[in-house]
């Protein structure tokens, strides 16, 4: 099989904006203003990412503004009260960043984007350098494939395996990114099996099954009769 998964290099987006980590605090509001993006990656040297600073960690100035710091005294505040007061890249950016290589699978970012609680993710080489960006969006980019182009692969990538015509009769149709898959089959213990890989299938929203079993008709030929009960050349009374 050679259609799913997608990697993050086939949705990411390559023309990046980033800063160093000594940008003042009002070239990164402008920035993010300009490329409206919600977050910038810190890079540090030839690009190497160090850090990601997001509009999370700019409104902690604007928070604590008409506020009294030494009145604060929760520790689950102190890093707030620090980039309250914090005026560079450098200063305000979450660090380390939670990064992607570009041959990630589309699940495993957005497996790493829900527990980091981002909404983008920078994509780095193996040096950590910076090669582009990720964003939820662009996951979501998978579910605009067509209907046709998502039963072709299915057809291909899991039907024609697991349910091999002439044993099979299988009927597939895919609306709305839902696959339904009816007929007849030889072996249905493999129908989770089916599930699992056709949700596996880029762009599918979900799978349906309408398929029965079909009699073993190889035992009825090596006993010596054929499909409609009768021994080879003995007609039944």
């Known amino acids: 099989m050679h259609g799913s998964p997608h990697i993050v290099s086939d949705v990411m987006t390559h023309t990046v904006a980033a800063i160093g980590s000594g940008a003042a605090f009002k070239e990164i509001v402008r920035m993010m203003h300009d490329w409206k993006v919600s977050a910038l990656p810190v890079l540090e040297g030839e690009g190497r990412v160090v850090g990601v600073v997001s509009e999370a960690d700019l409104l902690a100035k604007e928070e604590f503004r008409d506020s009294d710091p030494d009145r604060r005294t929760q520790l689950a505040r ?3 009260l620090a980039k309250a007061g914090a005026r560079t890249a450098g200063e305000l950016m979450t660090s380390p960043a939670v990064t992607v290589r570009a ?3 589309l699940a495993e970012a957005a497996r790493a984007m829900a527990q980091a609680r981002v909404k983008r993710l920078p994509v780095v080489d193996e040096l950590g350098m910076l090669e582009g960006v990720v964003s939820r969006g ?4 998978v ?3 067509g209907d046709d182009e998502i039963a072709e692969e299915v057809r291909r990538e899991v039907v024609s395996y697991l349910f091999p015509e002439p044993a099979s009769a299988v009927r597939l149709t895919v609306r709305e990114g839902v696959v339904r898959v009816g007929g007849h089959v030889r072996d249905t213990s493999l129908v989770p099996v089916a ?9 599918v929203v979900d799978v349906e099954f309408d398929l029965s079993g079909r009699p073993d008709l190889s ?3 090596s006993s010596g009769r054929d499909s409609s009960g009768r021994e080879d050349g003995v007609a039944s009374s």
């Open 78 to 80: 102190l890093a707030d």
């Open 143 to 145: 579910f605009l494939r």
């Open 138 to 141: 662009d996951l979501l980019k």
């Open 103 to 105: 041959d990630a699978t």
């Open 219 to 221: 035992a009825d030929a």
């Open 195 to 203: 599930a699992r890989l056709i949700r596996a299938v880029e762009g």
